[in-house]
Each structure stands twice: as structure tokens, then as C-alpha cells.
């Protein structure tokens, strides 16, 4: 019997019998462990096609931002660029004392740069009208694609007038030499220039108190402006018609026969329409040619 327990074809024979099941089980995890290729061919198309969209969201997102805040995007850039060259260009020229960009915007209404000059005192207006028609040539060269707003706000005092006004230079340089010279033509005798030379207000050329008719009264101007005065107590103010040209009535006479009525008043010509008005009387509307 001890013989027919340790026979090594018993111990075989066990092995034999156990060997299979080992087998078997390695053969499962096996199998278990192999990957669908099917499965992960549509898992990584479906990863790519979500990547795709959120790409096309994304930048549709933000193309739709910057159009909305044209400021943070290239129109931005090109103001500041606009608003950096024109400072810069004045900054170095002899007869300004400053310079400054004071706006440099770009909305979903447009693209507006502004720069603050001041000259310095005792520049003629030849010089100031050739400084402003360069800077725009120099900003042209720099930024031929610009196409906004671009005022530059200058001021300084000449021959005992005061300059400060703002002169719209998104225009050809000549129309700007032009129209600046024209406008302050009566420097030396006005008083004050205010307002802005073909921009968002117009200019207004004030002569101040006076005993006499200004003699630079009846010269042309720009088309958006007007001059005013004031003589015995009576406030003159002048408009010219559609041409720039002014009309030339005989204020002095006017003055001195209203003044029979009222001490003080205003006398308004638009184009040629005459109005007084008096504290005494009501306002009077007369042509005149």
C-alpha cells in the first residue's frame, strides 16, 4: 500500500490533473484584458469631435467679443499707434512746448484719436496751419489704413489772441492748411478763438468790447463759425451763409438806433437774417442782402 501512495505516476498524474485548471484560468484573464478595438475607435471620434466644436465655439466666442470691444482687438491697437505717431511727430517739432494723447478709442460707433498740442506763444498762424498738415502726412504714412476721427486740440497766443481750438485732421492736409488759416485770419484784432475747425462744434471768434466796427468783420471764414462782439452795451453775433461769406450790414447804425429803445440787447445775423432783441421790446426779424 505505502508503495502504491508515493508511485511518481500518482504524483503525475495529480500534477496532470491540476496543470489544466492553471492554464484555463490564465487563458481568461487574458482574454479579459484584451481591448475593444471597436469600442476605443469610436471613444477617440467622439473625444475629436467634441475638441472641434469647442475650438469653433471658442473662437467664434472671442472674434464675437472683440467685435463687440473693437478696443481690445487690432482697431485698438491702430488708434494707439495713430494717437502715439501724431504726439510723438509734434513733440519734436521746435514750436510746440507739449504734447500729449489725451484719446486714443475704438468702439462698435467708430475709431476717435485726440492730441493735445500747446505752441508756443508768438507762433504765427502760417507755422501752426503747416504743423498740423504734416502731422497728418506723418500719421498718413504710418497709418494709411486709418480711417476714424483724429482731432488735434491746439492752443497758444499770438499777436494778443487767444487760441484754443480743436481742428479736424482726418482730411487732406491742404483742406487743413486751408481752412486754419482762414479761420484765424482775424488774429491780432479777435480776442479769443474757441470751439473747433470743421469738427464737432463750431468756431466762435469773439472781438471783445469795442468802440468800432472790427475791420475783419465782414472777411470770409469757415462755414461752421461765427464772430461776435459787443458795442454800447449791445451784443453782436455774426453767422456766415452756406459759402463762409458774411454778410455787411451797417451795425453801427443799427446799434445806435436801437439803442434809442433798450440801453442793452443782442443782434443776431444768421446768414442774411437780422434779429435784435431788448429787454423792452420783442425780437425784430428783418432781411438783410
Known amino acids: 500500500m505505502p508503495d502504491e501512495q508515493t508511485t511518481p505516476e500518482h504524483r503525475g498524474g495529480v500534477g496532470a490533473d491540476k496543470a489544466p485548471a492553471v492554464n484555463s484560468g490564465s487563458g481568461a484573464s487574458v482574454g479579459r484584458r484584451k481591448p475593444s478595438s471597436g469600442r476605443s475607435a469610436g471613444w477617440w471620434a467622439v473625444c475629436s469631435v467634441l475638441v472641434i466644436l469647442a475650438v469653433i465655439i471658442g473662437g467664434y466666442g472671442c472674434l464675437l467679443y472683440v467685435n463687440l470691444n473693437p478696443d481690445i482687438g487690432p482697431d485698438g491697437f491702430q488708434v494707439r499707434r495713430v494717437a502715439s505717431t501724431a504726439s510723438n511727430y509734434l513733440s519734436s517739432d521746435p514750436s510746440v512746448t507739449s504734447a500729449e494723447a489725451t484719446g486714443a478709442e475704438a468702439n462698435i460707433n467708430g475709431s476717435s484719436v485726440t492730441v493735445d498740442a500747446h505752441l508756443k506763444d508768438g507762433t504765427s498762424v502760417e507755422a501752426a496751419a503747416d504743423l498740423l498738415a504734416s502731422t497728418r502726412q506723418k500719421t498718413l504714412q504710418e497709418e494709411p489704413d486709418y480711417s476714424g476721427d483724429f482731432i488735434i486740440s491746439v492752443s497758444w497766443t499770438v499777436k494778443g489772441s487767444t487760441i484754443d481750438v480743436d481742428v479736424q485732421c482726418q482730411r487732406n492736409p491742404e483742406a487743413i492748411r486751408t481752412d486754419v488759416k482762414r479761420a ?51 451784443k453782436v453775433t455774426s453767422t456766415p451763409k452756406t459759402d463762409g461769406q458774411f454778410s455787411n450790414p451797417p451795425f453801427d447804425q443799427i446799434i445806435t438806433a436801437t439803442k434809442q429803445a433798450s440801453p442793452t440787447g443782442t443782434i443776431d445775423l444768421d446768414g442774411t437774417t437780422l434779429y435784435v432783441t431788448g429787454p423792452s421790446h420783442r425780437r425784430a426779424q428783418r432781411s438783410h442782402p
Open 184 to 234: 484765424l485770419t482775424p488774429v491780432g484784432e479777435a480776442k479769443t478763438f474757441t470751439g473747433s475747425i470743421d469738427a464737432y462744434t463750431k468756431l466762435t471768434i469773439d472781438y471783445g468790447e469795442v468802440t468800432a466796427l472790427p475791420t475783419t468783420l465782414t472777411q470770409p471764414g469757415i462755414k461752421r463759425s461765427s464772430k461776435t462782439f459787443t458795442m454800447n452795451g449791445w
